[in-house]
């Protein structure tokens, strides 16, 4: 769903066979390629945003997710884990999707977890697929995949995919600042029912060419996903 959100795709059926989505490498990098070899049709109609006019939040213990009034669409993100492996340095990132790049600064940031969590999902008949080769896995100590991080920051990058597919199911692209600290899905989807129940919060716009209000942001979304067509994968 990260790699939709990120493809500008809002209209589509998807079929699942299995009791899992596959996991890939673990991160959202072959979607990406998937859904580039299959094709996005553009559509008639003009596209719809969901645009954030006041400021919501939601919050668990010392969690929090918020939206935010922005012009384009910014995920800003901190994890704190109390484990030698998450550094504090590398522990915040911000995007701004309508300058940086989804493909390159986002899509290969692999799902992390835990060595007693990977055994209890496997207890119970889940990531059955599961290894090296699909997340990285932490001990008490140390990364036990022996090439490393993909980016020095990769566990918050992560959080960022996550956050991109929680977000798709807006069902339209986000037109402000998501902004989150030690959040999830959980937390992330609470945040979204929430809007969802606050209609004076947000409100559904089309960004266009030809409109003084919105043609600079509607220039920068084209251009973003210009970028995204043109990229090239790295493997
Ligand atoms: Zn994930």
Redesign the pocket.
């Known amino acids: 769903m990260s790699a939709l959100c990120a493809s500008g795709i809002d209209n589509i059926t998807i079929e699942v066979s299995g009791s899992e989505i596959p996991i890939m490498d673990g991160s959202a990098i072959t979607f990406i390629h998937l859904i580039k070899s299959a094709g996005i049709v553009d559509q008639q109609a003009p596209k719809e945003f969901i645009r954030i006019k006041k400021t919501i939040e939601a919050r668990q213990e010392d969690k929090f997710a918020i939206f935010e009034p922005h012009k384009g669409f910014v995920i800003d993100f901190t994890i704190d884990f109390p484990h030698p492996v998450f550094k504090t340095e590398d522990s915040h990132v911000s995007i701004d999707f309508f300058q940086d790049s989804y493909v390159q600064d986002i899509s290969r940031a692999r799902?992390f977890g835990f060595m007693q969590e990977v055994e209890a999902l496997r207890s119970n008949g889940l990531a059955r697929g599961g290894s090296l080769d699909n997340a990285i896995v932490v001990d008490e100590y140390k990364i036990i995949n022996k090439d490393g991080l993909r980016y020095k920051d990769e566990f918050v990058r992560?959080k960022i995919?996550?956050a991109m597919g929680d977000l798709f199911m807006l069902g339209k692209p986000l037109l402000g600042k998501f902004t989150a600290f030690k959040s999830g899905h959980e937390l992330n989807n609470k945040l979204i029912r929430k809007l969802a129940e606050n209609p004076d919060t947000w409100e559904v716009v089309t960004l266009d060419l030809e409109n003084d209000d919105t043609a600079h942001l509607a220039k920068q979304y084209l251009d973003s996903k210009f970028e995204y067509e043109s990229a090239d994968y790295i493997t």
Do not use: A, N, R, S
Request: proline share 0%; net charge negative; charged share 25%.
């Open positions: 799902t992560h995919l996550d």
